[in-house]
């Protein structure tokens, strides 16, 4: 219990400011909420002239309530917000529930109203939630500010910046009738406390089992992984982060004025920090509660278990898609299914038992057992008819069933395998579902959703591993030299020229090509002969000219004196036309390199999660389809290697069309390196390797940029 | 009313051959069914001892029913068929529903029992639906051979390859309480019957005003794609084609034995017949409720009306995921929801109205006629908390709220733009919203389901366009000397060799790259200067060795006689010691090309969709990325032109990194040539252009490899 939200998300007594006897206000609705639901604290009406409001004794003033409240829900509009913070500071709240929209996300004007309002609750000791927040609940504790109808307390905590999407969510968890919510907070603007505070709450309140965000933008990222990361290892993290595409972004940003990183970055670096990603907003509340219910999973190794084809044919389909796999059963597995099931039931996974539990579904109980216990198999996935088989063969079969659920309920509390079920008989909530719900084996209705859970068990298992694996790699100190290198360029304003990037690289022991800077034409007659008995490049060195091969400035394959002074000249030459003021710092030679695979490594400072590596294959699949992998620094050795591996081009890099596959060990070593530069020297902004040319054993870094953040 | 399956599946008499006192018998079930539902045709039991079945007359075979049946449920294991059928045949029966399975789909002595199960129906005139079928049912005419409970009449025919896959439609059906059926067949293992006879007779019945086919595998193809673009013109016509990973292809085809095509190629070739496929199994029924009711859009541009900023970017994102875009508002329809809502509401397209309507629902219905009116808009998607304001903000809303229903109907009728409404209230049924459904808007509980009904609905709108303005491209006659041509390398019991099959394509007047034929050594010295004086590439030809490279069969850049002599020398060597005992048929001479885009056209016969045209990115778009678009043959100009924009990487054809475009139109006509060529030659059973290089004027073919069919 460290988290400071404790004292008023869990509140003994509440002041409605703003309380109202209009049953269309929040000022009224909270009140019946509380009253309705028996909250068992103090309610402290404040209404500056009524004397009661709902048999409670009201208040002028927050400041007139005789003792300290925890929380104050403040329906008044936001002009009055400074004023009234700094009498709730004066009572001594806790927490305040600040409902006015008008802040922030309404131009500078109500910028300035939100500055005024955090400085006023700042000087009083008042946290606040929100401003533009849809409010909060705690049904645990029967604090229902919103009044919904019709939830119930249970394990699910939610943070939304959207009150719609709460309210959505309740509406489907009262719809399907099994899902209950512990707390949820609406974080609205964040001006005081933003999501990794209310995760970080959500982590140590005992009657979450399952922490779920819908997040609009994040303010600290990079406090937000720090905060998932350890939440994720006491329980599931689900974000869904809205925004996903351009069209999104904006309109998120209209609503929140949050700022939006790229999508594609934002789950990469939640999933290394252990959150469940979910893709589509109906699969919160199903993904949800499986991880809610169920252990994490050892594997991606699934086996189906089905009483139809076509379901089976279909699950099979979303196994795949969804990147799980179906297990390959053993022997032993095998025989003691055709024990017991019809001879034409199909025993390589899917199994389809083939009318075989028609007249017994306790065989399907049976079934699910053999199939825990097979070593190949990390999770059983029940589907089809389950449930419905008193209602769809005989009447007499729903007795079965029961039996059935109460066995399929015991082999979950016995496994250490998730099962999940999809039945078609789900939208019914026939009796023998019921039991397996009220066992904590969950039951969907959409094959769709039931793999999304059996995926996000995996993950959950596969982040367990890697997080307690990880191999963190140690912070290297900062070469002086370097140090003075950069704040040279720096005084100078200017980035690191490409020698001074690549000598940079060096100096960490990046293996970087031979390299030879030449500052004049005459520096030329004196190079050695490892410079001239060979094909060389010669490329612009400039601060100014960033698109070398555009102006001219680059020359390839040059070999001897002669060739590499018309080089020379032609490189002034091309590059003082392209641009007459350009400050040329000479040529850089290189070897020609070898053919390979021409890989990225990046970096840059994510505004919202800090830095940020990149990785992918170069040219089209970075530029136009996208295929990168990010991950957020400091790096373990499982997230390097997981980025070379998660590309879609990864066929590319293990040696595609009868190529050798590239050296991928050293690929993530060079990506560790990168990640120690980044964090000794903080005046690195961005880092491009671009190319780097991967081969068999090893690589090039062919080219090389480093920017700087600049003084002032 | 051409279909004859007419006559069997809405029949005026049926026969239950296998008729039981047994509840859990299809022969009780199917006579409950018919009795209950209150069927009006005549019924005749068949068994072989009973005289009387549920006060229905019994007879102790079909041959004995004193006048011809139009229909007859066989529940008789699978040996009792060849026999029944007979007796069938003499009563005149006109369609068998078979249930038992154990034919085709259990080997060898099953595959038989098919045959001549087939035989004897042949023989006595009666046509098979299944066997291994679940049966059929027509609501409309109160025959409920599967005896469902609570499935309702309307307007959504099905066929479905899996019994388990309708029962869990009706159930879905039944659950959300909006969706009725009119036909259902399962057509088993299609021995007779195959999915181009159901779409065929769906298409004509009148109560059925969309197909739904839940398909694992077609047996004719061809004659599928034939009927679906007769039928979708008329309706539309909804498929969800199981296995589309290797893994659900594998149970697919343990599940009913029939060939299952690669997904992505019937994907492409469903859409060019102007079939909406959809990709989850819990979208089949959401996107056949909302082709139904609504007619398709004009394009893709959507006006989203929301009531929450939430949910506006979840629609946005999943809109543009689905490549439909946000609609450029008019400037006109701005100032018009200016006028109505507050000056906080967000009137770039998401639309918020940011409170405007929490008082005044109506406001909506004002808003979305205003939105309707806009020429720049195809459709629009209310998105919020329509139909809840009377339960979450003041009951008296729920009036307003129900007028406001009123005018959307109305403005659905009057509008020619589909309206699709979202709302999280959906899942309670309030009365605005069963409003909405009854005046045929559909309503939806899940933003992304409803996204994929404003998807669908475009692309009708797309195939009515493409299918209404298509170019056929006139069969072109076939070439004589080409037909000589390939009758002797057909005798020669070979393919064409490349040469031959460039010859081929210029002959159809395709722009052929020069090529000189060398057959033997002494051929060099008479070369012309054309051959010496540019640098020219020079591959072995052979019908037996495919891999020119890997044969040292390919020397590029030779300039010169001697050059060329050496190369000719070398390539010979190589060739025989790679291997000993190849024909080979001398070289090919062709220029040097220069580098562009590597593209790939092909032609293939595919077993079930026949010649199938393939188009994508040479090299690894191809083979790693599977960046492909497949088009049955024959093409309509169209047709050709939306491959070449259907493939991911065409921003590459378009001119990505500052590169010029290749010419598409040379592209697009030269695949329409190639499909003439398919079409004129049905001997040729692939065609390989690999690589093609496009420029920005033109190509080259730079190989052509034409396979064929071998006689015998």
Request: glycine share 10%.
């Amino acid at each position: 219990m460290n988290s400071p939200l404790h004292q008023f998300l869990a509140p003994d007594s509440i002041a409605i400011i703003g309380a109202s006897l209009d049953p269309t206000k929040r000022g009224y609705k909270a009140l019946v909420g509380l009253l309705g639901d028996g909250y068992a604290g103090k309610v402290y009406p404040i209404h500056p002239k009524l004397e009661e409001i709902m048999g409670l004794k009201a208040y002028p003033s927050i400041e007139q309530v005789p003792e300290p409240v925890d929380l104050a829900l403040i329906c008044t509009p936001a002009k009055t917000l400074p004023g009234i913070l700094k009498l709730s500071g004066r009572n001594g709240v806790k927490g305040a529930v600040i409902l006015a929209s008008g802040f922030g996300e309404a131009g500078e004007t109500g910028a300035r109203l939100e500055r005024e309002t955090l400085e006023a609750a700042r000087r009083g000791g008042v946290r606040i939630i929100g401003p533009n927040t849809s409010g909060l609940f705690n049904l645990h504790k029967k604090v229902n500010l919103l009044a919904l109808d019709a939830v119930k307390p249970g394990n699910v905590g939610i943070v939304s910046q959207s009150g719609n999407m709460l309210l959505a969510l309740a509406l489907e968890a009262q719809h399907n009738g099994h899902i209950g919510f512990s707390t949820y907070v609406g974080p609205g603007n964040q001006t005081d406390i933003g999501f990794a505070d209310y995760l970080r709450y959500l982590g140590e309140e005992a009657n979450t089992q399952v922490a779920t965000l819908y997040v609009e933008g994040f303010k600290n990222g990079r406090e937000f992984l720090r905060v998932a990361r350890e939440t994720a290892r006491k329980k599931p993290v689900v974000v869904y982060k809205s925004g996903s595409t351009a069209a999104g972004q904006k309109a998120a940003s209209s609503h929140t004025g949050a700022l939006a990183g790229s999508y594609a970055m934002t789950v990469d670096v939640l999933r290394q920090a252990g959150v469940n990603v979910v893709g589509k907003s109906d699969e919160i509340l199903p993904v949800a509660e499986g991880l809610g219910l169920l252990q994490q999973a050892a594997g991606r190794r699934v086996a189906v278990l089905a009483d139809g084809g076509g379901q089976a044919t279909i699950a099979s389909d979303r196994l795949s898609e969804a990147g799980l796999r179906l297990a390959e059963l053993e022997d032993v597995t095998r025989e003691r299914l055709r024990a017991v099931l019809f001879p034409q039931a199909s025993l390589a996974n899917p199994i389809d038992v083939a009318g075989s539990t028609d007249a017994n579904p306790r065989l399907l109980a049976t079934c699910a057992e053999i199939l825990c216990q097979d070593r190949n198999v990390d999770q059983v996935f029940l589907v089809g008819m389950f449930g419905g088989y008193g209602i769809r063969f005989a009447q007499e079969l729903a007795g079965d069933e029961r039996v059935a659920a109460q066995e399929i309920a015991a082999i979950k509390q016995q496994s250490d395998k998730p099962l999940v079920v999809y039945s078609l008989y789900a939208p019914l909530k026939p009796e023998p579902l019921e039991v397996l719900r009220g066992s904590g084996v969950p039951v969907y209705d959409s094959i769709e959703h039931a793999v999304e859970v059996l995926a996000a068990l995996s993950e959950r298992g596969e982040f367990a591993q890697r997080d307690a694996s990880a191999v963190h790699v140690e912070p290297v100190p900062p070469n002086a030299a370097m140090q003075r290198m950069i704040a040279a360029a720096r005084q100078a304003d200017r980035d690191l020229l490409e020698p001074e990037a690549k000598n940079l690289l060096a100096a960490y022991g990046i293996d970087v090509p031979a390299q030879c800077w030449i500052a004049s034409a005459a520096d030329l007659d004196t190079l050695d002969a490892s410079w001239l008995d060979r094909p060389v490049a010669m490329k612009v060195v400039s601060e100014d000219i960033l698109h070398k091969s555009d102006a001219g400035g680059v020359k390839l394959n040059l070999q001897g004196r002669d060739a590499l002074r018309a080089a020379y000249a032609g490189i002034m030459a091309s590059c003082r036309a392209y641009q007459a003021d350009a400050d040329i710092a000479g040529v850089l030679l290189t070897p020609m390199v070898a053919k390979g695979v021409e890989v990225i490594i990046g970096v840059s400072r994510d505004p919202i999660f800090g830095p940020v590596m990149m990785f992918g294959l170069g040219g089209i699949f970075v530029e136009i389809l996208e295929d990168i992998a990010f991950r957020s620094i400091p790096l373990s050795r499982q997230d390097a290697e997981s980025m070379v591996n998660q590309i879609k081009a990864r066929k590319i890099l293990e040696g595609a069309r009868g190529a050798a596959g590239v050296d991928k060990a050293a690929l993530v070593a060079l990506i560790l390196k990168v990640a120690s530069i980044v964090e000794a020297h903080p005046e690195i902004a961005e880092i491009d390797l671009n190319p780097l040319v991967a081969y068999p054993d090893g690589y090039a870094v062919v080219d090389a940029r480093m920017i700087l953040d600049r003084i002032g």
